[in-house]
Every structure is written in structure tokens, then in C-alpha cells.
């Protein structure tokens, strides 16, 4: 990927049990094979799409580096330490950043330039960089203790830019530090379709800007994927009116930019549904997996699963109800002797709007976070 000309993210559709998360698992296995930092975020009630400050959190949390096991910003911080050529590659970065990048950055990278840090100052500085709070003070003092003491305005900026410097710099360290850059990939993208209509329209909003889509900020070091049902499309953009109320309503607001975002958003989503839907398996691709599932099955219980007829195909049938199916018709037999047969029902989405599924973080209620 190449950092001067980020590409915009992709998406896939599926509905329950076809494999979307196994896929976002295998991207991420691509990814780090590529020398990629990988995150996978699961929107959930915690981690609300709508609530940028708490995917950052969440993103950096489940950050994997693909040759160490550290947390993620205490490796990378590690290796620049260790390497006068990759710290100067970020002072380079936060050089040509100018003011798009706070002073206080600058502040830190000055103590990470040094050879040692105030007792604990080094823990402080990794929490501020995944998303918590520092005291200026406590900056202060530590400068004060190598010889910084008033080079730096110490000032923070609003809560939404301090978010996507914060956003900026630990690219720039990432890729300082030696990796090829940061793949966000985000799961069950869904749960969206349960929040309430202003919530929903920011969710669509932030989900073109961590994409990358045409009109978004774009953040050189990211590249971005999701997972979505495959009725999204129907159930609620459609149903619900979406891509006219929602801009509407942001339009309102005053948010301009965000209602186009959203627009940009929904056809995303639209285009990802009709064109990057994992299909129901094939004949010959169940026999493949009838079979390979039985030889490990055998190997783990060293008892021999029956021959069975090829497998009934169906259009609504995923892969995970065969192998589920499978497994539980052999642990019947092995373990009781008796033949059985699943009968497999299909899932119904919940759409349903839930207030309390999309409640913003303290700081954004605090502050607007507008993109």
C-alpha cells in the first residue's frame, strides 16, 4: 500500500453463518503477513460506530504488531528507541506534519528521543497515545527533568482533534517503527441498523471516514474492511428511508459534511451488498468439507464418522449449520449410538432501535465530534 495515496476500504455481506468473521480472520492473517498492524473490532455496545473516540480505544486495544507479541504502541515504542534511523524517520513525519499536529507530540517525541524517561512517565505516555488523558503538568515535569522545561506549548486541542491527531501520530509511529501500516477490520457493522436515527447517521458518517471514501479525511497508514448482513440494504436503509432522512437530518444540524459522508456511506453498503456477497457453498465445495471435517474428526476422538451421502444443498443453508449439523449427528452416534438428524432454522436479523446500543463515550457528549 502506499502511504501518499491511501486506498478506500472494502466490504463483504453475508447473512449469519457464511463466514464473514472467518473472512475478516483471514484478512487479518493476510495482513500480517504483509507487515501489517491488525486490529479486529467488534461493534458492539461498548464500541459503538457512531462513537469515534471509543473504536480508536478499541482499535488500539486489540492492536496485534506481526513479529512480537507486545502491546502494540509498548513494541513500537521499543523499536524506535532502539534505532536512531526509525526515530528520526518520526521526527521527519511529525516535522512535516507542522500544525496539523498539536505541540504536544512534538513534546513527547522530544522525551522519546532521550536516553531515559522520569520513573513511569513511559506508561503514562502509551495510555495518552491509545486514547487516555495526560496532564500537561506531569509533561511538563518530565521535560523539566531532561532539560525541556518551556520548548513546548503544552496546550490540548478540542477532544475530536486531539482523537484524530492521536489517529495521525500513531501512524506515523507505526510506520516508523518498521510496519507497513494500520488494517482496521470491523465486524458485525450491522448493529448500526439498531441505533437511533441521529446515531445511525454518524455511524454511516465514521464509517466512510475510516474507509476512506471519496470525501473523507483520509489517514496515509490505514486500510480498512467491515462485515454486514446481507438485508441490511433492505431491511433498514430501504425500510427506514435512510439515504434521504438521515443527510436531511445532519443537514439540519448543520453538519454538511457528515450528511455526504453518510450518503457516500449507504452506497458502500449498497454496492458491497450487491457485489461482494460470500455465496451459499457448493456441491462439490460441502464434499470437500464433509470430508476433510471427518478425517480431523477421527484424529480427535479416534472413532471413524460414517459415510454419508453427499450433502443436501439449499439456498439458505450456510456453511456454519453443515459443519455444525455434522459434528453433532457424530458426537450423537459415537457417544449414545443413536442416529440423529438436525433440523437447521434460519436467523432473523434484529433491527430493532435500542437507545442504550449507541449512548456516545462521556467526552463526546462533552464536546461535538464533528468530522
Same mark, same amino acid.
Given at each position: 500500500?502506499?502511504?501518499?495515496?491511501?486506498?478506500?476500504?472494502?466490504?463483504?455481506?453475508?447473512?449469519?453463518?457464511?463466514?464473514?468473521?472467518?473472512?475478516?480472520?483471514?484478512?487479518?492473517?493476510?495482513?500480517?503477513?504483509?507487515?501489517?498492524?491488525?486490529?479486529?473490532?467488534?461493534?458492539?455496545?461498548?464500541?459503538?460506530?457512531?462513537?469515534?473516540?471509543?473504536?480508536?480505544?478499541?482499535?488500539?486495544?486489540?492492536?496485534?504488531?506481526?513479529?512480537?507479541?507486545?502491546?502494540?504502541?509498548?513494541?513500537?515504542?521499543?523499536?524506535?528507541?532502539?534505532?536512531?534511523?526509525?526515530?528520526?524517520?518520526?521526527?521527519?513525519?511529525?516535522?512535516?506534519?507542522?500544525?496539523?499536529?498539536?505541540?504536544?507530540?512534538? +513534546?513527547?517525541?522530544? $522525551? %522519546?528521543?532521550? =536516553?531515559?524517561?522520569?520513573? !513511569?512517565?513511559?506508561?503514562?505516555?502509551? &495510555?495518552? @497515545? #491509545?486514547?487516555?488523558?495526560?496532564?500537561?503538568?506531569?509533561?511538563?515535569?518530565?521535560?523539566?527533568?531532561?532539560?525541556?522545561?518551556?520548548?513546548?506549548?503544552?496546550?490540548?486541542?478540542?477532544?475530536?482533534?486531539?482523537?484524530?491527531?492521536?489517529?495521525?501520530?500513531?501512524?506515523?509511529?507505526?510506520?516508523?517503527?518498521?510496519? +507497513?501500516?494500520?488494517? $482496521? %477490520?470491523?465486524? =458485525?457493522?450491522?448493529?448500526? !441498523?439498531?441505533?437511533?436515527?441521529?446515531? &445511525?447517521? @454518524? #455511524?454511516?458518517?465514521?464509517?466512510?471516514?475510516?474507509?476512506?471514501?471519496?470525501?473523507?479525511?483520509?489517514?496515509?497508514?490505514?486500510?480498512?474492511?467491515?462485515?454486514?448482513?446481507?438485508?441490511?440494504?433492505?431491511?433498514?436503509?430501504?425500510?427506514?428511508?435512510?439515504?434521504?432522512?438521515?443527510?436531511?437530518?445532519?443537514?439540519?444540524?448543520?453538519?454538511?459534511?457528515?450528511?455526504?459522508?453518510?450518503?457516500?456511506?449507504?452506497?458502500?453498503?449498497?454496492?458491497?451488498?450487491?457485489?461482494?456477497?460470500?455465496?451459499?457453498?457448493?456441491?462439490?465445495?460441502?464434499?470437500?468439507?464433509?470430508?476433510?471435517?471427518?478425517?480431523?474428526?477421527?484424529?480427535?476422538?479416534?472413532?471413524?464418522?460414517?459415510?454419508?451421502?453427499?450433502?443436501?444443498?439449499?439456498?439458505?443453508?450456510?456453511?456454519?449449520?453443515?459443519?455444525?449439523?455434522?459434528?453433532?449427528?457424530?458426537?450423537?452416534?459415537?457417544?449414545?449410538?443413536?442416529?440423529?438428524?438436525?433440523?437447521?432454522?434460519?436467523?432473523?436479523?434484529?433491527?430493532?432501535?435500542?437507545?442504550?446500543?449507541?449512548?456516545?463515550?462521556?467526552?463526546?457528549?462533552?464536546?461535538?465530534?464533528?468530522?
Amino acid at each position: 500500500m502506499d502511504r501518499r495515496s491511501p486506498r478506500p476500504g472494502l466490504g463483504l455481506a453475508g447473512g449469519f453463518g457464511t463466514g464473514k468473521s472467518h473472512f475478516l480472520g483471514y484478512l487479518a492473517e493476510v495482513g500480517r503477513a504483509q507487515n501489517f498492524v491488525v486490529s479486529r473490532v467488534v461493534v458492539s455496545k461498548e464500541t459503538p460506530l457512531s462513537d469515534p473516540a471509543r473504536v480508536f480505544e478499541a482499535a488500539v486495544r486489540a492492536a496485534t504488531l506481526p513479529d512480537r507479541h507486545d502491546d502494540a504502541i509498548t513494541g513500537a515504542l521499543t523499536i524506535l528507541r532502539q534505532s536512531r534511523d526509525k526515530m528520526a524517520s518520526l521526527e521527519t513525519a511529525v516535522e512535516q506534519a507542522g500544525d496539523a499536529l498539536a505541540p504536544i507530540f512534538s +513534546a513527547l517525541l522530544f $522525551l %522519546l528521543q532521550r =536516553e531515559t524517561l522520569p520513573a !513511569g512517565f513511559a506508561r503514562q505516555m502509551e &495510555r495518552f @497515545l #491509545a486514547g487516555g488523558k495526560i496532564r500537561p503538568a506531569d509533561v511538563r515535569q518530565a521535560l523539566a527533568a531532561v532539560g525541556g522545561a518551556r520548548k513546548f506549548d503544552l496546550k490540548l486541542p478540542t477532544v475530536a482533534l486531539l482523537m484524530e491527531q492521536r489517529i495521525q501520530f500513531l501512524t506515523a509511529l507505526l510506520h516508523a517503527a518498521g510496519y +507497513a501500516g494500520w488494517c $482496521l %477490520l470491523f465486524d =458485525e457493522v450491522e448493529l448500526i !441498523g439498531r441505533y437511533t436515527p441521529l446515531r &445511525r447517521a @454518524l #455511524a454511516y458518517a465514521w464509517l466512510a471516514t475510516w474507509l476512506g471514501l471519496e470525501g473523507a479525511h483520509a489517514w496515509p497508514g490505514i486500510v480498512a474492511a467491515y462485515a454486514i448482513t446481507d438485508d441490511f440494504v433492505t431491511a433498514v436503509i430501504d425500510e427506514r428511508d435512510d439515504r434521504n432522512r438521515l443527510p436531511d437530518r445532519l443537514k439540519l444540524k448543520e453538519r454538511h459534511h457528515e450528511a455526504r459522508l453518510a450518503t457516500v456511506a449507504m452506497a458502500h453498503i449498497a454496492q458491497t451488498v450487491r457485489g461482494h456477497r460470500l455465496r451459499v457453498p457448493g456441491i462439490d465445495e460441502l464434499a470437500r468439507a464433509s470430508l476433510r471435517l471427518s478425517e480431523l474428526y477421527r484424529e480427535a476422538y479416534d472413532w471413524e464418522p460414517p459415510a454419508s451421502d453427499a450433502p443436501e444443498r439449499t439456498a439458505t443453508r450456510t456453511m456454519r449449520q453443515y459443519i455444525k449439523g455434522w459434528i453433532t449427528e457424530w458426537d450423537m452416534l459415537r457417544l449414545t449410538g443413536n442416529v440423529t438428524q438436525t433440523v437447521a432454522e434460519e436467523m432473523t436479523a434484529n433491527y430493532a432501535e435500542d437507545e442504550s446500543l449507541s449512548t456516545p463515550s462521556e467526552d463526546a457528549a462533552d464536546q461535538d465530534q464533528r468530522i
